[in-house]
Each structure stands twice: as structure tokens, then as C-alpha cells.
């Protein structure tokens, strides 16, 4: 389906052009027509298929040809779990909005919280932010989100598995229009906790699932080589990187310390490399995001602050160094590569350590894979076989007379469970401020 075919306003149309885009993936063509209708969406697809845009069009067409509810409060927010993922969504909103009147923000943890603040004194529009952060600005009446029309949840899955419900909670119940339209996307549906909060938040939703978010990403190219030790992972990823043409690469570690030690072992290779993890300060980790980006080096060694929100079409290769613990997050990692419709190469090491997390993977993915062998790096390490279940052997014994009891003991009372007292613990619970009141916005107030 071509995007000229939706409706769009030609402001929007006149940006997708620009940017080359001309043709609808899949989950465009199903969740754009629902939330252009103003229905509410829940809707799932698998990563590298565009729902960012699926969401963001939708939204600037609303704000495009609807009057807003309110003159000061922002007419659009999407929360997104992590910084990295925000500023690449804020990032592919400035280039819609390039031109037009329409401003937005990107509110994180990480930034300064003053500067966010003189920020949302300037009214803006759309509002891309973490949840933590922008209940932040709630509770210091910072911003009031009374008249917001649209509120966008982007990998809500992964927002729940950061602890970040209530703070989806209170945000949901701060922008309690009556009016408002929330479009709601994850990675899987089929989870008690997603379940729970999408009913919270969402009304009479239309349902949109394109594949799963296991289902196999037929851009990318999987391979799976067995490691004795971690000598045996460095001499296999050092032949793989230096044996083939590889435009970018992303390396996958499981420490922080690991993403140091392998980039400076990188580039006594001979390739360009920087390491990326979460004790970076902001500034650092957007620098090397936007150097990565650019091209200026050619591999990046990251934990899993990189496996969400990188977007980059010249990452033609991604290394696993080591499994994730979260077979879901082995999907997101190698979607890093094969994107835009290019193709990708996806290798995992499996070494002893990560022979439970591969057997996972497996399961998550409903999939066996066939591991690779190197012709003059074979390993000795064949995997480990499952534990035979052990058999309960029950003794019999001879019934043991009871003692006597002892005349002076006394039986001690069961400890009376203990309820938590939030004033004797000292902790407050979130209050939200109070309402700003304002008059409605005439039909004259905006063109």
C-alpha cells in the first residue's frame, strides 16, 4: 500500500517524499487506517517492521487537521522504555516535522532536569519521553497533560519489564480526557502483565498482530558456533570480523567491563571501534550512537543498551559474544541487522556459560539451530545434556513416640505478619498534582 493511498495531510506527504519512503510495511498498512479512525490500537509486531512511523503519521495527521484541546498542554506524548530508543524517535519526528509549526521535545533521564523544564515552559506539542522522567515533571507541575490527545506507549513490554507500570499508571490517569486516543504497541500481546495494563488504558481497542515478535526475520542470516572457552570466542570473532566484508557491526556483551576489553582487543586488529555501556554518561552514549551512525567507526561493542532504538541500515553483521539472559532480547539484538529491507548476518558464540540461555532461545523461537563449525577453530565443547530427573526414594521408619511435653513450655505465638507503613517507612505515596483549569479552546482560537 503506498502512503499517498491513506489520506494523509500533503504536508505529510511532501516530508515522507523527501525521505524516500513510498511504499507501507505491513503493520503500516494495518495500524495507520485504525488509528487515522480514532479508534484506540493495541497492536504487536516483531522488530525492524516500522511501526515507528505507524504511529508517528497518524499523530501528525491528527494534530495537522483537528483543533487542539487545549491551548498550553501538549497535544501528543510517546513514552518509550529507554533513552537510546527516545532519541531515536524524537529524532524521526523532527525530520516529519521539518518545516511546519508544530514543536517537540525529548524529555529523558539523564539530561538536565532544569533545561527540560524551561522546555516545557515553551508549550511544546509532542513530547517524546521516558516514563520515569516525565512523572518527574508531573509531580512538579512542570506540565499538565489535562487536554492530551494522543498518547502513544512504543515497546510497552519492555516499559513493564523496567519496572515502569506505575509510572504508566500515573501518566495514564494525568491525561484523563475524555477525548483521548492511546495507541498502545508491543513486542508480544500474550502476557498477563501487558493484558492488564492495556485494559487499564485502553478503550474498545482495535487489535492489530502482524507475525510474533519470535517469528523468524527472513532478512537475516543466523549462525550459531559452539566455543570451548573465551580464548576459543576471541579467536572465532577475530576470524569472523577480519574474513569478511562487513560495512558495521554491533558486538553483543553480557558486562560492561567485557565491551572495554574486547573494543580495545578490536582495534589491535586493525578495525575502529568504541564501547558503549551503561556507565557512559548521556552525552558520551549519544556521541558514540551519533559517530556509529555516521559511519565514522566501524564496529560497536555494546551491552544491551544498544539492542533497542538503533536504526541503522549499514549494520550488516551483529556478534552475540555472549547469549542474553532474556531470550526476547536475542530477538531485538539481532534486528539490529537486515534492516530496510537489506540483508543481515546474525552470529552467536555458545560457549558452556551460555548453553542454557541458547537452549531458551530455541524454545522462545520454536526453532532448532544448526551450529557451524570453522575449519581450524572446531571445538571440543558438543553441549551439555539435560539432567536426568532423579528418583524420590522414600525411607520408611518406625513411628517415633511422641515426647512428653514439658510442663514449663510454653508455646511461642506465630510472628504476626507485618503490613507496610508507608508514613513509618517514610515513603509517599505518588500524588498527582492538582488539575490546571482552563477555558476550552474556541474554533477561532487556531487555524
Not at 497492536?43 to 491528527?62: N, Q
Not at 543481515?344 to 520454536?366: C, H, M, R, T
Request: charged content about 25%; glycine content about 6%; some cysteine.
Amino acid at each position: 500500500m503506498l502512503f499517498e493511498e491513506f489520506g494523509f495531510d500533503n504536508r505529510i506527504l511532501k516530508s515522507m517524499s523527501h525521505l524516500g519512503f513510498d511504499e507501507a510495511t505491513e503493520i503500516q498498512s494495518r495500524a495507520i487506517p485504525e488509528a487515522m479512525a480514532g479508534r484506540d490500537l493495541l497492536a504487536s509486531s516483531k522488530t525492524g517492521s516500522g511501526k515507528t512511523l505507524a504511529y508517528l503519521l497518524p499523530a501528525l495527521h491528527r494534530v495537522y487537521k483537528k483543533k487542539a484541546l487545549s491551548k498550553r498542554d501538549p497535544r501528543v506524548v510517546v513514552l518509550v522504555p529507554t533513552r537510546e530508543l527516545a532519541k531515536q524517535v524524537f529524532g524521526q519526528l523532527r525530520l516529519l516535522l521539518a518545516g511546519s509549526r508544530f514543536t517537540s521535545i525529548l524529555i529523558q533521564g539523564g539530561e538536565n532536569f532544569n533545561d527540560q523544564h524551561k522546555s516545557l515552559q515553551k508549550d511544546p506539542h509532542f513530547i517524546v519521553a521516558t516514563p520515569g522522567r516525565l512523572v518527574d515533571h508531573l509531580k512538579q507541575r512542570h506540565v499538565f497533560l489535562e487536554g492530551l490527545e494522543l498518547l502513544i506507549l512504543d515497546e510497552a513490554d519492555r516499559m513493564l519489564d523496567l519496572g515502569f507500570a506505575e509510572a504508566m499508571r500515573a501518566i495514564n490517569a494525568a491525561a484523563s480526557h475524555r477525548q483521548r486516543q492511546t495507541l498502545f504497541f508491543s513486542a508480544t500481546l500474550d502476557n498477563t502483565q501487558v493484558s492488564e495494563i492495556a485494559n487499564e488504558l485502553l478503550r474498545e481497542p482495535s487489535r492489530v498482530a502482524v507475525g510474533q515478535g519470535f517469528d523468524e526475520h527472513t532478512d537475516i542470516a543466523q549462525h550459531v558456533l559452539l566455543c570451548d572457552h573465551l580464548d576459543h570466542k576471541e579467536a572465532l570473532l577475530k576470524h569472523l570480523l577480519l574474513g569478511q566484508t562487513i560495512k558495521q557491526a554491533i558486538i553483543f556483551t553480557a558486562t560492561k567491563s567485557d565491551t572495554v576489553r574486547l573494543s580495545e582487543s578490536i582495534s589491535q586488529w586493525g578495525l575502529t571501534t568504541q564501547a558503549l555501556n551503561g556507565n557512559l554518561s548521556q552525552s558520551a552514549r549519544n556521541k558514540t550512537m551519533e559517530s556509529f551512525a555516521k559511519g565514522q567507526f566501524t564496529v560497536l561493542v555494546s551491552t544491551d543498551v544498544a539492542s533497542r532504538g538503533l536504526d541503522i541500515a549499514n549494520v550488516s553483521h551483529v556478534f552475540n559474544f555472549d547469549l542474553p539472559k532474556q531470550a526476547e532480547e536475542f530477538v531485538h539484538r539481532t534486528g539490529r541487522t537486515g534492516r530496510a529491507g537489506f540483508k543481515g548476518e546474525a552470529y552467536s558464540l555458545v560457549g558452556p556459560k551460555d548453553w542454557v540461555n541458547f537452549k531458551a532461545i530455541e524454545v522462545f523461537l520454536q526453532k532448532t539451530f544448526t551450529t557451524e563449525v570453522i575449519e581450524g577453530l572446531e571445538p571440543k565443547f558438543k553441549g551439555l545434556l539435560q539432567p536426568k530427573p532423579v528418583k524420590q526414594v522414600i525411607q520408611k521408619t518406625k513411628a517415633k513416640a511422641p515426647k512428653k511435653a514439658s510442663k514449663n513450655l510454653t508455646k511461642k505465638p506465630s510472628a504476626q505478619p507485618r503490613f507496610h507503613d508507608n508514613q513509618q517507612d517514610g515513603f509517599e505515596a505518588f500524588k498527582l498534582p492538582p488539575k490546571r483549569f482552563e477555558t476550552p479552546v474556541s474554533s477561532d482560537d487556531e487555524d
